[in-house]
């Protein structure tokens, strides 16, 4: 059974920053391009950045140079660290593998 379980959202002030982390299990972690997704309310689900099993990133624009994603195969986990972080950030965010997803973590960005 593949599980996908977010964690580190929360509140933060604006100009802040937070680490999110993926905890994967059931998969073969180190073979799998990983996903970070957001989704704001009355939005879309968006891209925010992803990480492939050799270690590449690519960056939604809205993201680029504020966020940054990692993996630790070995720990079967994959992160998303954010600074800068603006209002416009605040959204649930979503680990996502494949047809898997995590139950999402809240971040609201606020003063």
């Known amino acids: 059974q593949v599980q996908l379980v977010e964690s580190g959202g929360g509140l933060v002030q604006p100009g802040g920053s937070l680490r999110l982390s993926c905890a994967g299990s059931?998969?073969?972690?180190?073979?799998?391009?990983m996903r970070w997704y957001r989704q704001a309310p009355g939005k879309e689900r968006e891209l925010v950045a992803l990480?492939?099993?050799?270690?590449?990133?690519n960056y939604g624009e809205s993201v680029k140079g504020r966020f940054t994603i990692s993996r630790d195969d070995a720990k079967n986990t994959v992160y998303l660290q954010m600074n800068s972080l603006k209002p416009e950030d605040t959204a649930v965010y979503y680990c996502?593998?494949?047809?898997?997803w995590g139950q999402g973590t809240q971040v609201t960005v606020s003063s």
């Open positions: 996502n593998q494949n047809v898997y």
């Open positions: 059931g998969i073969i972690f180190r073979l799998d391009l």
């Open positions: 990480i492939t099993s050799r270690g590449s990133t």
